[in-house]
């Protein structure tokens, strides 16, 4: 059974930092694209990054983009999500989910549970 | 970026309606669209994708079709359990995108 589950969430002042993490287990995480996707409280949901298999290829929104960075150990099983310079707007709900194996199309098979970012000033 | 844009924003059926949600896209995405089902407090589940392909595991009720800017998700006879709000995604570029969901209350 696949199974992904972040950690790292929590209550951060105006301007910290926050590093995310999300366990993968029950398949080849070394062979799966993998994404951040965010939901503020109450709203829809944000793409935040996106990360090849191998590590080398990152993408992100640019609501994010110079302020987070994606990265991934594929001998831990991990996906990770280093939060610097964190605004009230990162105040949500951040999934870690599983891109299709080959990468494209770019959707999301899998979710975790999430984890809840508190930005306050 | 791609634009999506999902209605009705809400809609209340009876158990045993037949529901439908459209979803379009402010440009062409072939097929690569996606639905999604979450429920409250939940993760999003994965339901179609590539516009009409069903993921393992969901119910044959759900069927979704459409193509180029224009696609829809039908719910064939709405069941106690897929009360809940409903995303489409264009997986064609990045970034992903996401319509603004729609909730499925009951009536």
């Known amino acids: 059974e696949v199974q992904l589950v972040e950690s790292g969430g929590g209550l951060v002042q105006l301007g910290g930092a926050l590093r995310l993490s999300c366990a993968a287990s029950?398949?080849?995480?070394?062979?799966?694209?993998m994404n951040w996707v965010r939901q503020a409280p109450g709203k829809g949901l944000e793409w935040v990054s996106y990360?090849?298999?191998?590590?080398?290829?990152?993408f992100s929104a640019d609501s994010v983009k110079g302020r987070f960075t994606i990265s991934r150990d594929n001998a831990k099983d991990s996906l990770y999500l280093q939060m610097n310079s964190l605004r009230a707007e990162d105040t949500a709900f951040y999934y870690c989910?599983?891109?299709?194996?080959?990468?494209?199309?770019?959707?999301?098979?899998?979710w975790g549970q999430g984890t809840l970012v508190t930005v306050s000033s | 970026d791609i634009q999506m844009t999902q209605s009705p924003s809400s809609v209340s059926a009876f158990v045993g309606d037949r529901v439908t949600i459209t979803c379009r896209a402010s440009?062409?995405?072939?097929?690569?669209l996606s639905w999604y089902q979450q429920k409250p407090g939940k993760a999003p589940n994965l339901l179609i994708y590539?516009?009409?392909s069903l993921q393992s595991g969901v119910p044959s009720r759900f069927s979704g079709s459409g193509s180029g800017t224009d696609f829809t998700l039908t719910i064939s006879s709405l069941q106690a359990e897929d009360f809940a709000t409903y995303y489409c995604?264009?997986?064609?570029?990045?970034?992903?995108?996401f319509g603004g969901g729609t909730k499925v209350e009951i009536k």
């Open positions: 989910a599983r891109g299709p194996l080959g990468g494209y199309p770019y959707y999301f098979d899998s």
């Open positions: 995604q264009q997986a064609n570029t990045l970034p992903p995108t």
């Open positions: 029950g398949f080849a995480f070394s062979s799966y694209e």
């Open positions: 590539a516009a009409s």
């Open positions: 440009e062409g995405i072939a097929r690569w």
């Open positions: 990360i090849s298999s191998s590590g080398e290829t990152k």
